[in-house]
């Protein structure tokens, strides 16, 4: 079982960087523009959050993310001139590198929650006045 969680995420790390490389080749002004046209495609259709097949439909909603997506960025990748699609690679795989900071993140969580915190303290009079008001 450990093995092949290891090959789906290695899987998974390749095929995103692969998405972002396409999009990076999409926006590079070297490339054919009607591959540019294709790659933009690919590449916003596979970070839609909007999908052809819903995903709740039964086993065909998760068909289109698991083909046409990867058939999305092979054909990208085969048609696109190797010198650009290297550049984008090479873009993709620095971004994909840079580090993560856990502190960074706890600090934008922690600001949010205080956020939440603060409206919540600064709209609790209101609800309870409209609380009152509406059992009168």
């Known amino acids: 079982m450990g093995a092949r969680r290891g090959l789906l995420r290695s899987w998974a790390r390749a095929l995103k960087t692969d ?49 046409l997506v990867p058939l999305g960025l092979w054909l990208v990748i085969r048609l696109m001139p190797p010198a650009v699609m290297a550049r984008a690679r090479q873009r993709a795989a620095q971004l994909l590198q840079k580090p993560k900071s856990w502190a960074a993140g706890g600090a934008v969580v922690l600001v949010w929650l205080l956020v939440a915190a603060l409206l919540a303290w600064w709209l609790w009079p209101m609800i309870q006045e409209a609380r009152e008001a509406s059992t009168r």
């Open 19 to 67: 998405v972002l490389a396409v999009y990076f080749a999409a926006r590079d002004p070297l490339a054919p523009w009607r591959w540019r046209l294709l790659a933009l495609a690919v590449a916003a259709y596979a970070l839609s959050p909007i999908d052809l097949i819903p995903d709740f439909i039964p086993l065909l909603g998760y068909l289109d993310d698991l083909l």
